[in-house]
């Protein structure tokens, strides 16, 4: 039996007497015998906890920075009015920080045999499963002296997913893909290597591009049209090893990286092409491949939600040869690691011509702006100082770069924000070039 903070004053102001006027154990019986009374009472005609019947339904996915909201029902089948204080628990990720206690309390009302459902709002602050704790509601009697307590296990699951904050970008890159496809209005001819089609010639066209046999057959001047390779195999590798836990800002490079993924898996599969993904460490954490292009997007979101950094080095041959089974013909290879100068140098270079063989190899790391920032600082000796260890981290940081550009990597190496349309713009520049 649990008693209120009502039945504490109650049994304080009651009890103060009694020490004074009736020290035997008899009197105090006496004098309290009213209030014990009445808590057994009011405990008596509170109804059960233990029986309560809960059921779940609302939101199962939600992007981190959004609210997602979860139903519980609440069913009271004893004869008893339920007056209830009801804590739906979560994990403490599931709402900004100050925020818990205002979200997950819940006061209850129920006559006998009726129900009520009440609304628990999340706002996560970090990707993967939130998943339900339990549900503790503590019933109280008529008189609100006494209450009854009880547990129950509810199991609910919200997975957070990453917020794709760089969709932004997307419609400048679409609208250069058009560019690229022909399909808008340019004095240029469009790049690529695939023939599409015939049309009129107009000064500033690339002279190179006149067909003369067609030509010939007609008054004006004919000049070919070309666009992009379509239905090409873009994998896309996630380094998911220790390295990708280093937070640059307030988030981890692993979503930074994550959120570049998503703009050029959105702007490939507009291309026409083919898009796998393959996360890895020691071992494979996640994989999305062979789907269709209307379903690989949300694959790949649900497929990197739950994924988290592991603190080991990356197997990198183990990595390599996975990638080498995921892609049986050339393809791009897109790598999201770091330009760490340790790990490329004894995991990837080794590795590296197995991939270049056969395959487009790019790699893009996520570049910390406080490194640039500490370059340019100066004014006392603690900057001076500052400035000469990130000048000496951003050329070595060079140095590894020019390191992959000599075995045929492309390399993008770019902050946070700038990362994702970064490499959206040196996939659209393999594209162009004609080396997809």
Excluded at 48 to 54: E, N, S
Excluded at 65 to 79: C, F, H, I
Excluded at 366 to 385: C, F, N, Q, W
Aim: proline share 6%; with cysteine; net charge positive.
């Amino acid at each position: 039996m649990a008693l209120t903070g009502r039945t504490a004053l109650l049994a304080a102001l009651g009890s103060l007497p009694v020490g004074i006027l009736a020290p035997s154990w008899t009197g105090m019986l006496a004098v309290n015998a009213p209030l014990s009374l009445a808590i057994l009472c009011d405990y008596a005609l509170a109804a059960p906890a233990r029986t309560l019947q809960f059921t779940r339904s609302g939101d199962t996915t939600v992007r981190l920075g959004d609210g997602a909201e979860v139903q519980l029902t609440v069913t009271n089948p004893s004869r008893r009015r339920l007056r209830a204080h009801l804590r739906d628990a979560w994990p403490p990720s599931s709402w900004l920080t100050g925020t818990e206690q205002a979200a997950s309390r819940h006061t209850l009302d129920i006559p006998a045999g009726e129900r009520r459902r009440v609304t628990t709002l999340l706002r996560p602050t970090r990707r993967g499963d939130r998943r339900a704790e339990q549900v503790t509601v503590r019933s109280f009697g008529p008189l609100g002296l006494a209450a009854r307590q009880g547990n129950h296990h509810v199991p609910w699951t919200v997975r957070v997913l990453p917020p794709f904050t760089s969709r932004k970008h997307l419609p400048s890159r679409l609208a250069r893909l058009r560019e690229l496809d022909g399909r808008t209005s340019v004095l240029t001819r469009g790049e690529g290597t695939e023939f599409d089609s015939l049309r009129a010639y107009v000064p500033g066209d690339d002279t190179r591009s006149i067909d003369w046999r067609a030509t010939a057959r007609q008054s004006a001047v004919a000049v070919r049209t070309w666009r992009p390779e379509r239905d090409r195999h873009i994998l896309i590798v996630l380094d998911t090893g220790r390295t990708s836990a280093g937070r640059v800002g307030d988030v981890p490079r692993l979503d930074a990286a994550m959120d570049a993924a998503l703009l050029l898996t959105a702007l490939a599969t507009r291309a026409g092409d083919r898009v796998d993904l393959l996360a890895h460490d020691r071992r494979t954490r996640a994989q999305v491949q062979g789907r269709a292009a209307g379903e690989v997007l949300s694959a790949m979101v649900t497929a990197m939600a739950p994924l988290e950094p592991e603190l080991v080095e990356t197997d990198v041959r183990g990595l390599s040869a996975t990638a080498l089974a995921s892609a049986p013909r050339r393809s791009l290879i897109v790598l999201l690691t770091s330009l760490d100068a340790a790990p490329v140098e004894e995991g990837l270079l080794p590795a590296l011509p197995r991939l270049t063989q056969r395959h487009t190899v790019l790699v893009a790391a996520v570049a910390d702006p406080r490194i640039e920032e500490m370059a340019g600082a100066r004014g006392t000796v603690d900057a001076v100082y500052e400035a000469a260890a990130a000048t000496q981290a951003q050329a070595q940081r060079r140095r590894t770069a020019e390191q992959l550009q000599r075995h045929g990597v492309v390399v993008v190496d770019a902050t946070p924000d700038n990362l994702a349309p970064a490499l959206a713009d040196a996939y659209l520049a393999l594209k162009a070039a004609g080396r997809l």
